[in-house]
């Protein structure tokens, strides 16, 4: 399976299946070393949770167990939560009607080349760059509607500061939204934002050993996915509103395929 999704992984597409790994691997395998959540992690994941279950472009099945988990954290009367519990929903152990996250990872457009590399933090970066966009596409077809929409960029950064398992990368990326992350007004801003910094960490680790040789770091989009987001005067300069319209294509449900889902 592995092999075929890389050998037939189009680069210009988004893979749903990458989103639902990276989901289940969030859920079943990065959660699951905080055997109690309570305090400011618990209000982290209950945050998480919330944001993901209004915007996450996915299927009907694992919707609804997003909406079925939201529902159930912002009810239960408690101020700890252990994990077991969370997993037990997870799992749908309730056995309700047509709820389903797939329970095993299947990369396809972030299969690396040996099994060590790319997989989750690359399907991480595509879940938070698929909820900006979200939140953006939201934001604009209903320019009067809450104006408290879920701040997407807030929530990441907290949910990178308490559960993602790579701490130097956390560290890194709390050093950058502590430079900047306030000045972000708009849900617009916010997907350029997270497109700018990821395009930080990509050119500082480029060349590094985690690095998949067949994925060399690159500023992206690259020319062949987007020529026109490259501004005329220097090789490093971006027309920005282009790049906002590719990036609002790119992690939109129209471009998400379904192809390899579990
Ligand atoms: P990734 O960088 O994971 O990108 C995944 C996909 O997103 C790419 O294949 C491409 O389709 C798309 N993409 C690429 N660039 C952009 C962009 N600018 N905007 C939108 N989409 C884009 N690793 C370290 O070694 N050190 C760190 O400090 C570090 N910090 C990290 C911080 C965060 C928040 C995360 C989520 C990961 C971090 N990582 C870090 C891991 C690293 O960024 C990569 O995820 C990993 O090396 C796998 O790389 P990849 O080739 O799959 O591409």
Redesign the pocket.
């Known amino acids: 399976d592995e092999i075929r999704g890389l050998d037939k992984h189009d680069?210009s597409k988004?893979y749903m299946v990458d989103l639902e790994s990276g989901l289940h691997y969030l859920l079943r395998v990065e959660l699951a070393t905080h055997k109690m959540l309570e305090g400011e992690k618990l209000e982290t994941f209950k945050d998480f949770i919330a944001v993901t279950a209004q915007l996450f472009p996915g299927r009907q099945p694992v919707m609804k167990l997003l909406e079925t988990l939201h529902e159930w954290l912002v009810n239960l009367p408690l101020d700890k939560i252990p994990y077991d519990a969370i997993l037990d929903l997870v799992n749908n152990k309730m056995r309700i009607a047509g709820i389903y996250l797939p329970s095993r990872v299947k990369w396809v457009?972030?299969q690396?080349s040996r099994p060590e590399?790319?997989?989750?933090?690359?399907?991480?970066?595509?879940l938070?760059?698929s909820l900006t966009v979200q939140a953006a596409i939201r934001a604009e077809e209903f320019p009067k509607a809450d104006p408290s929409h879920p701040d997407v960029l807030k929530v990441?950064r907290r949910y990178?500061q308490h559960f993602?398992g790579?701490r130097?990368?956390?560290?890194?990326?709390e050093e950058m939204a502590k430079e900047s992350m306030d000045s972000v007004k708009s849900a617009n801003g916010a997907v350029l934002w997270?497109?700018?910094?990821?395009?930080v960490?990509?050119n500082?680790?480029a060349g590094?050993?985690?690095?998949?040789p067949q994925?060399?770091?690159?500023?992206?989009?690259t020319h062949d996915l987007c020529p026109l987001c490259r501004g005329e005067k220097e090789p490093h300069s971006w027309n920005e509103a282009e790049v906002l319209a590719f990036?609002k294509h790119?992690?939109s449900i129209d471009n998400a395929s379904e192809q390899f889902t579990m």
Request: glycine letters at 6%.
């Open positions: 680069p988004l457009g972030c690396g590399l790319r997989g989750y933090t690359c399907s991480l970066w595509k938070f760059h990441m990178i993602f790579c130097e990368c956390a560290e890194h990326f997270l497109w700018q910094k990821h395009n960490v990509n500082r680790i590094a050993l985690s690095e998949d994925f060399p770091k690159v500023q992206w989009p990036l790119f992690y």
